[in-house]
């Protein structure tokens, strides 16, 4: 089987550690590294939760390069962080020390040198201040790209505001250039990964696996599951990044259409929305967007593939 060469960009983040977790049992995929961006937590804290990461899935083959602390037109900050994914981004449970150390180029930097190295697939599950800054420095280098899947943006209805959804209103420049760019893009925005969740039933699954990796899901599922019941008035957690990675184990999971995507950039209530023009069905559009999934055939192969780790 050919395996498919991977790169992470990541703000972890609970759904985002889902994500990775899925990738990291997946003999699809070789995962080359975590870059870490700011995000769902500042840099320092969804640095260390890679490293955590990493040692969980004790992988460590995969290294974690920190990248960007703030987005390109400067630092932004979400008023309800810490309300989703916790005050150090993870659930707030009890971690040792991560025996996982930071690789020692940044982010971008790695990047750069991993693309340049071969064919590479950037799964992109955080704001995009990394990708963006890697055009800056080198415009070139989109072309070498295999693929670019995001989690982000919205067709209809935002997270972070009523126009945005996170990832994008987090750096809306940055995002501009990533779709502006010439690299093929496969998008997952919400109105997709809000048709994939796990329940209360998933989260017993997990626990009841008696491992390590099955206690630390179900543990920090539980307090994004009780953000849910206060944001959405139900407990079923949405699995926004997976969602991404789920697109590189099975291409046929997710029905896409092509498109044409903007960002907005400078709206006084609309920044950070994503423009997704579907009006002429771009078929050869080189920008594809998620249309629809199948929750229990995912949820199915997330027990399977976490149900590998010892
Ligand atoms: O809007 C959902 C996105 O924002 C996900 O990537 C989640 O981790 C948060 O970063
Ligand atoms: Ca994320």
């Given amino acids: 089987m050919a395996r498919t060469r991977v790169v992470i960009d990541t703000d972890p983040g609970v759904d985002d550690a889902v994500a990775i977790l899925l990738a990291l049992a997946s003999p699809e995929l070789e995962v080359l590294a975590l870059t870490t961006v700011a995000g769902n937590s500042d840099l320092e804290k969804t640095t260390l939760n890679a490293r955590r990461l990493v040692e969980l899935s004790q992988r460590f083959d995969v290294v974690v390069a920190a990248g960007c602390a703030e987005a390109i037109a400067g630092a932004v900050r979400y008023e309800g962080e810490g309300d989703v994914h916790g005050i150090d981004g993870l659930g707030d449970l ?13 982010a971008v930097e790695l990047l750069f040198r991993l693309i340049s190295e071969g064919p590479l697939t950037i799964v992109a599950i955080g704001p995009l201040t990394n990708l963006g800054v890697l055009l800056e420095r080198y415009p070139d280098c989109a072309a070498l790209v295999e693929r670019v899947v995001i989690m982000g943006g919205a067709s209809f ?12 209103w987090a750096d809306p420049e940055a995002a501009q250039m990533v779709f502006a760019a010439s690299w093929p893009i496969t998008l997952m925005p919400l109105d997709l990964t809000h048709q994939a ?3 209360d039933d998933d989260l017993a699954y997990f626990s009841g696996l008696n491992t390590e990796v099955g206690r630390r899901v179900a543990d920090m599922l539980e307090p994004y ?25 099975d291409a046929s999971a997710i029905t896409k259409q092509g498109v044409e995507v903007s960002v907005e950039t400078s709206g006084t209530y609309s920044r950070g929305a994503t423009w997704i023009d579907r009006r002429h069905q771009h078929a050869n559009s080189r920008t594809q967007v998620g249309v629809s999934v199948d929750n229990a055939t995912f949820v199915e192969l997330l027990r399977t593939r976490l149900s590998t780790y010892r």
């Fill in 94 to 106: 009890q971690w040792d020390s991560p025996n996982v150390p930071l690789h020692d180029e940044h």
């Fill in 157 to 168: 209805e935002g997270n972070v505001s009523p126009a945005a959804e996170f990832n994008i």
């Fill in 197 to 199: 969740s796990l329940n």
């Fill in 225 to 249: 599951a009780r953000f849910h019941e206060v944001w959405y008035q139900q407990r079923e957690v949405f699995m926004h990044d997976a969602m991404a990675v789920y697109e590189l184990l």
